[in-house]
């Protein structure tokens, strides 16, 4: 027989400070091994977030139409233009508002998740949401269509910016246990220097010196040996007694192997190259540059394309999508030296793969009258404005 009534005794407890159980629950943190508050103090773990979030919030965004042809020209007289180039709502800018999303999106299961407030049909504002203030349920049909309630209010899905990661789970969430022993190394650490640091090493003797005699032999040492001034000198032992430095076991360099091997756990997990969270021990020259690149392709590019799609279905009505689209500017990230930089541009223009103006472009430089000829100017007979080649006349005999 089951007892229905009357329930247990129900308990009221706020949630100012919840446990993390209740805060994993509320906001889609992490729940395991460590906390998502405790895993933002892993000095890798925040170093990941802020390198992904902020190289993508520092691009430019603009609004670009798409021409029958395929062909794409930036527009700033749209209104989401306008909003996204100035500021999405009134007290945060859009470099917050890019970088807050992909922050979220990193650390939380739910995503980040930006409502679009429009009058009528105008976009007027965007506004990003904590994950505790929203709820993300997905239809049980297979189809994975997601509704959203944001304060328990439900809002249209066409209204919603939504950027997840893949599986349905944040890169936190996925290495927590690799993220808790990285925090487990960096408390057994503090622990051990707080509570048991070593000395340089140890006087030994094989006479007992009593009370007395090791205040005197300590008063004797630190008179001839303390002090930066004293530093090298020639240490004296008397009555039989040696001096054993300590040195580093093979178990103690183990421990900052594996200190160093969660370093490379929490880059895998968010797939940043190893060399941008200060892990340098194989980053070379020419290694370096190449770990850059495969970061804006491998880690940071998926995000972009994630960002874009999610920005133009819910920035765009349905008719609109097919002529105006969201597009990060990719340039500053590859952006090489000046030199390197003009050399590149050089060689486009003679080989006439692109025309003086769109080079200026590259480098922020307006376009000049006769700039949009494509023409190679490091030889006479090509250059802008000069004449024809005459046709060579015939021989008289």
Known sequence: MIKLWPFGKLERRSLDNPTEEEYAIL?????GSTS?????????????????????ACLDVAVVEIADDGTETPTRSHPVAVLLADQPNEWSSTFELIRDLVATALTHDKGGIGWVNRVGEEVREIVRYEPAYATVDYSADGRQEPSFRINNRPISSADIIHLRSPFGRSPLSLAADAIGTAKDLETHARRLFQNGARPGGVIETEKPLGDDGVKRMIAAWRAAHDGVEKAGKTAILWDGATFRPITMSSTDAQFLENRKYQVLEVARAFR??????????RATWSNSEQMGREFLTYCL???????????????????????????????????????????????????????????????????????????????????PGAAAPQPAKEARP
Do not use: C, H
Request: hydrophobic residues 45%.
């Open 36 to 56: 998502l508050a405790t895993a933002l103090t892993v000095p890798a773990v925040q170093s990941a977030i802020r390198i992904i979030a902020e190289a993508a």
């Open 272 to 281: 940043v190259p190893p060399s941008m969270l200060f892990e340098l021990d």
């Open 301 to 383: 590019e998926p995000w972009l394309k994630a960002l874009e799609g999610a920005m133009r279905r819910a920035l765009f009505s349905a008719s609109e999508r097919s002529r105006f689209a969201i597009r990060f500017d990719r340039d500053d990230l590859t952006r090489a030296d000046l030199q390197a930089r003009a050399t590149a541009i050089n060689s486009l223009v003679a080989s006439r793969v692109l025309n003086p103006n769109e080079g200026r472009s590259w480098l922020g430089l307006a376009p000049y009258e006769g700039g949009n000829v494509f023409a190679n100017p490091n030889t006479g007979s090509n250059q």
């Open 27 to 31: 906001t889609g943190g992490v729940l």
